[in-house]
Nanobody, 120 residues
Framework: QVQLVESGGGLVQPGGSLRLSCAAS????????MAWYRQPPGKQRELVAA???????NYADSVKGRFTISRDNTKSTVYLQMNSLKPGDTAVYYC??????????????WGQGTQVTVSS
């Protein structure tokens, strides 16, 4: 009934940039908070950045000043602009959206993940 489709991952050299996108589709009534998480190899999933439907943002300390989260509510899409990438940013990146669907309660939905590898 709902899909979160991520794109934009890949291999990049240290210091480079990538832009991730995540588009929500389906029987969506409302989208509230949207966020990006990541799971480095062998580690737990962690919050990278989040944005409310009013545009308030918060970031993990490790990415402040380098990553920017934004959203386009007309397209039900959240973005993550990642600059000055470091090898430590290597992870599978997941988007998450707090949504209410047709005939359901508010819940959190996840994308399938996109690999980001920072390596020379």
């Amino acid at each position: 009934q709902v899909q979160l489709v991520e794109s934009g991952g890949g291999l990049v050299q240290p210091g480079g940039s990538l832009r991730l996108s995540c588009a929500a589709s389906g029987s969506i009534l409302s989208i509230y908070d949207m966020a990006w998480y990541r799971q480095p190899p062998g580690k737990q999933r962690e919050l990278v950045a989040a944005i409310t439907n009013g545009g308030r943002t918060n970031y993990a300390d490790s990415v402040k000043g380098r990553f920017t989260i934004s959203r386009d509510n007309t397209k039900s899409t959240v973005y993550l602009q990642m600059n000055s990438l470091k090898p430590g940013d290597t992870a599978v990146y997941y988007c998450a959206a707090d949504m209410r669907l047709l005939a359901t309660q508010r819940n959190t939905y996840w994308g399938q993940g996109t690999q980001v590898t920072v390596s020379s």
